[in-house]
């Protein structure tokens, strides 16, 4: 079970890193580009790279937040 | 697509984590013993060159849709890791990797364990120091060789590029025999961070329905508007730090990895 455990920490941490919040917008833009396209018919192309901005910015934000370099 | 971004970015990437694999090596090799040391790490190569083999093949077998939905959600998120690190440590807010002072935190390790014989390794600890060291290094790019070659259904062009610079590394690290200190790793790994979430993005998009304008030619736009938006969040991120000359050293966010 610990060996498991680790093992799962491992490639959390190898695929995630240290924002999982990063992860999560990634996801949820990809979801939602896929809803637009095949439901609406919208083609957002626009909308990942818009997000991923965002999500990069939020998470520089976050770790330099109170931080004094 | 032409394999040659394909190749370059994996040479890239791999050349960052062969030169971090050269630092363990060379500190087991010169400080306890290279048979064991090379032992290490032949059996690491031998496990990441199956797990190529394996899933590299495996892989390509699912329906391309799908493959570049879930292969570009992983190089978003794994190359937007690398750019977050990246910035961090370009504006102060995290130490830079520094090969010198890791090469004398493992001789110093190194120099403190005792020696023992395991079957025919004759040094444990100069075998599992390498070991793990070439595996967990070669990971990241074992990762990059199969979304990159899966994607590009080219495998073998991103086998190419990550040989290529094992052998480039190895090559120097040996002629000069110390850790290859000088390596600019922080503006590699900016690069390639730029490279994996541009890819990334692309696929992704792609996998969940959208289509590009200009198709695959959209990706000589989506790169440099990658570049420019890192650089951007560095500027803004090292703007308040020229403001305070008088500040703090820079504080370390999380450990140096």
């Known amino acids: 079970m610990k060996r498991l455990r680790s093992i799962g920490a491992f490639w959390y941490d190898f695929v995630v890193g240290d924002d999982w919040r990063v992860a999560v917008v990634v996801v949820a833009a990809l979801a939602l580009t896929a809803l637009l396209v095949h439901a609406a018919g919208v083609n957002a192309w626009w909308l990942v790279p818009l997000c991923v901005f965002a999500a990069l910015g939020w998470s520089l934000r976050r770790a330099t937040a109170g931080t004094r370099p | ?257």
């Not at chain 2, 790019?141 to 190419?160: K, L, M």
Request: hydrophobic residues 60%.
């Open chain 2, 1 to 257: 697509m032409s394999a040659l971004p394909l190749i370059l970015t994996v040479f890239v990437a791999c050349a960052v984590e062969a030169v971090e694999a050269l630092t363990i090596v060379l500190a087991a090799g010169l400080t306890r013993e290279w048979r064991s040391t090379f032992q290490g790490m032949a059996v690491a190569l031998a496990v990441l060159a199956v797990v190529v083999a394996a899933l590299g093949p495996t892989i390509t077998l699912l329906p391309l849709t799908a493959l570049r939905l879930v292969v570009g959600a992983l190089l978003a998120i794994f190359g937007l890791q690398w750019l977050r690190k990246a910035i961090l440590r370009a504006t102060g807010y995290k130490s830079l990797h520094d090969e010198a002072s890791a090469y004398l935190r493992e001789v110093t390790a190194a120099k403190a364990a005792t020696a023992e014989s395991r079957g025919r390794v004759h040094d444990w600890y100069a075998f599992t120091l390498s070991f793990k060291g070439v595996l967990l290094e070669g990971l990241e790019v074992v990762f990059i060789v199969i979304t990159f070659g899966a994607n590009q259904r080219d495998v073998g062009a991103a086998v190419i590029g990550a040989a290529a610079a094992v052998v480039v590394v190895a090559v120097t690290g040996v002629a000069v025999r110390a850790p290859l200190a000088r390596v600019p790793e922080n503006a590699l790994k900016f690069s390639v961070g730029i490279m994996l979430t541009s890819f990334g993005i692309f696929w992704g998009a792609e996998g969940a329905g959208a289509s590009w304008p200009g198709n695959d030619a959209a990706l000589l736009v989506l790169v440099p508007v990658v570049a420019l938006v890192s650089l951007g969040y560095t500027v803004l991120l090292r703007r308040p730090r020229a403001a305070r000359p008088a500040a703090a050293p820079a504080s370390e966010e999380v450990p140096s990895s």
